[in-house]
């Protein structure tokens, strides 16, 4: 049986963890050459004077082996604030129980509470396993902000043969 | 004629949400403004605010408005000054204003420490596109966001507004 993990909001002596975590999904979606944020980075967006971003810790046994960094978004129609995932990072042994799907009900219930009205987040779309466990998740794509594209044969067949 | 570009103020939610309204209406989507006076003014006034907002004025009236609030790319540790929503008045149209907006935009972040300016546009809003590219913004691969940085970000920030509508 898996240990059970407990999750909690990050705090200062948690930076070299949250850089350590950062890295390793830049390297999971093949962005590590982007993945230039470093300790005194991340301490200042998460607990300077003005905060850009808030994180989640998962930890099994006392360890940290997740992380889920979010911020708060606005729209002007609506005038409700949303929470947007901006990253979710689990370490390879540990996926498969319920760690991320805790991390978005820990988001989700937190918008809430907030009077906020939405919990948004990207995803690549070469990464199958994650889509498919946002929709278990009741989560829609935004495909009307999609590029979408006509060529080759489709193309042909669109202008009538 | 005058032309200022100032902080929202409590005062100017009722305008704000007129503006949202016609935004919305000229959008094909009246519905989607659920907002009230009340919210409004919760979102950009309250403790703390969700959202900032800077009003347009010209001779005193308000003209149009930019809404905005700040986006952090984790993997570049990089914070984004993200525009939610920029609308100029029919009538102030093709004067400068929108220009005068995205430069005050700039300045802002780059004030504040942002790698840049981004915000989304809709595919078909052809007008918004070539604009936008007039200032020099550029569309990222794969999605309808727009983004200015760098170098862009610097001329959006130098426009001079005043200077440049006076010849308008």
Known sequence: ?161 | MSFVLRDAVPADVPVLLGFARGLAAHEGRPEAVTATEADLHAALFGTPPRGWALVAERDGAAVGFAAWSYRYVMYRAATMLYVTTVFVDEAARGGGTGRAIFGELARRALREGCLGVDWGVREDNATALAFYASIGAERRTGSASMTLRGEALERMAAWTSQAELAHA
């Not at chain 1, 929470?83 to 918008?111: K, N, S």
């Open chain 1, 1 to 161: 049986m898996n240990t059970p993990f407990t999750l909690r909001d990050a705090t200062p002596a948690d930076v070299p963890t949250v850089t350590r975590l950062v890295r390793a999904l830049a390297e999971y979606e093949k962005l590590a050459h982007e993945a230039k944020g470093t300790d005194a980075d991340f301490h200042a967006a998460l607990f300077g004077p003005t905060p850009r971003a808030g994180a989640l810790i998962a930890e099994v046994d006392g360890r940290p082996v997740g992380l889920c960094v979010w911020y708060r978004t606005f729209s002007t129609f609506t005038a409700r604030h949303g929470i947007w995932v901006e990253d979710v990072f689990v370490e390879e042994p540990y996926r498969g129980r319920g760690i991320a799907r805790a991390m978005f009900r820990t988001l989700a219930r937190r918008v809430i509470d907030e009077g906020g009205a939405r919990l948004e987040w990207n995803v690549l779309d070469w990464n199958a396993p994650a889509i498919a466990a946002y929709r278990a998740m009741g989560a829609r794509s935004m495909d009307a902000w999609k590029i979408q594209r006509v060529d080759g044969a489709a193309l042909k067949t669109l202008a009538g043969g």
